[in-house]
């Protein structure tokens, strides 16, 4: 009887051992340093630091150049509606909405603080004045003091700032050595501030001065005004969104357009974790098998014929990066390989960094295409039957890029050498005096600061029959 107990005893401890070991089989045998799910951090006893709202200050362009938005006359011939009254009428109460306190200032020679009572008065012919100082005919030429808005708002990055501006810049607020505006807005990146430009067609009833000929166009029915937001990169974006749903609902696509510079481009990035089934394609010559358990989410298991065809994977930028950014470019990867005879031996995995020529990588616009393994690649032609393999793929994006061609800060700007054709052509919608330069100096500052970035992280284990 005792010696039935005991064999009882001693086969039930080899039946636990037993399952036990290959419980450790199933969840440890596999390379300890690859991912296969995110972990999400509780945010228990988290404080959320975007309940914190910043500080919001406007700063409104009141320079004579600004006047014919604010002027109507029946006669004017624009489609365009006067989207500058709606957008000053209703600035203060969308910046209240994403901003803990508010201050206002106009600016033009110099920055003067304001009350809301006077921001409201910004929808008439008053506000735009000329300094005492100046004379009366040098009134129109006076170039407005956006330098000096951009050092405010380089010295306190924590709060968030709207600027109004038809940004008409001279030439020599690029070339003047003197000018800060590059040093500012470099200053804005450094900090890891985002800048938003929100241009929107308006009509306009007025004279259009400051050309870099000195003379004044008077038939323009139609003008942009730019709304620039400088501050954290979900605050631009927050108010671009309150400004299209509030105020520019009716404004047609064309004639309204936004871009963020940021350095903070990813939105969602695709890990390990959000990889789907779909999201990459086996050719012929590969069979579905689980080697893993499902809890790792580790849906790319497959058995490769010797002679099958490349895996494809097809992502969108529109999906990962932020909206309404100048896309990401240059991908390369970085490719990881583990490997072993026996998945069951948990420290028998073998690591190779760096592995060269396991997967192609080309880019049409904002869609990226991957070819992974496939009969022609060399990498993969070394693949050993009967062996384990796990490869782990890091999509890296090593630049930003830009097609001018279709841009919209280019198609709605002139230079100086442009001047006496577009006047020739007497344009119902004029458009903005250097505007494309101030977009290229935004661009290279981004470019210069940019850092290499991982998109995409994927995993694929296989087995060679």
């Known amino acids: ?42 945010t228990d006893g988290i404080s959320n630091s975007e309940d914190i709202l910043p500080n919001g200050s406007v700063f409104v362009d009141h320079t004579l150049s600004m006047e014919g938005f604010v002027v109507r006359d029946n006669e004017n011939v624009s489609a365009t509606d006067y989207n500058y009254l709606r957008a000053m009428d209703e600035l203060a109460f969308q910046l209240s909405l994403i ?84 040093k500012s807005l470099s200053k804005v990146f450094n900090q890891g501030q985002s800048i938003g430009i929100y241009g929107v067609k308006s009509k306009f009833n007025g004279r259009v001065s400051g050309l870099p000929s000195g003379s004044i166009y008077e038939n323009a029915n139609e003008r942009a005004f730019f709304i620039l937001m400088i501050g954290e990169k979900n605050d631009v974006l927050k108010f671009r969104d309150n400004l299209e749903k509030d105020v520019f609902y009716n404004v047609s696509e064309d004639s309204k357009s936004f871009t963020i510079y940021t350095n903070d481009f990813v939105l969602n990035k695709i890990g390990p974790g959000e990889i789907k089934k779909e999201d990459l394609f086996p050719g012929s010559g590969a069979t579905l098998k689980a080697f893993y358990p499902e809890k790792y989410n580790f849906f790319h298991q497959y058995e490769l014929r010797h002679s099958h065809d490349p895996f494809k994977g097809v992502f969108d930028l529109y999906g990962i990066q932020l909206p309404d950014t100048i896309l990401l470019t240059d991908f390369t990867t970085n490719v990881t390989l583990y490997q072993t005879k026996d998945i069951r031996k948990c420290d028998s995995w073998k690591k190779l960094d760096n592995i060269e020529g396991l997967v192609t990588i080309s880019q049409d616009e ?100």
């Open 366 to 465: 904002n869609m990226i295409d991957l070819e992974v393994f496939g009969p022609n690649n060399l990498a993969s032609k070394k693949f050993k039957r009967k062996i384990n393999y796990i490869a782990n793929f890091n999509v890296v994006a090593n630049n930003i890029g830009l097609n001018n061609d279709n841009f919209w800060l280019k198609d709605w700007s002139f230079t100086s050498v442009d001047e006496a054709q577009i006047i020739q052509s007497s344009p119902i919608f004029f458009p903005t005096l250097n505007l494309s330069r101030f977009a290229t100096m935004l661009e290279n500052i981004q470019r210069s600061e940019f850092e290499k970035i991982e998109l995409i992280e994927f995993n694929i284990a296989l087995r060679l029959e």
């Open 1 to 42: 009887m005792i010696k039935e107990s005991m064999k009882n005893i001693i086969l039930a401890s080899i039946v636990i051992t037993l399952f036990h070991s290959a419980v450790f089989a199933n969840d440890g045998c596999l390379p300890k340093d690859i991912t296969f799910t995110e972990e999400k951090q509780s």
């Open 99 to 182: 901003t803990e306190s508010q201050t206002f200032h106009r600016y033009g020679l110099d920055i003067e603080a304001i009350t809301s009572e006077q921001l409201n008065k910004s929808t008439l012919t008053d506000f735009y004045q000329c300094p005492a100082s100046i004379p009366s005919s040098e009134c129109r030429n006076i170039q407005s003091d956006l330098e000096s808005v951009l050092t405010i708002a380089a010295m306190k990055p924590e709060n968030f700032y709207v600027v109004v501006t038809d940004l008409f810049l001279k030439n020599t607020q690029f070339f003047d050595p003197k000018s800060n505006i590059k």
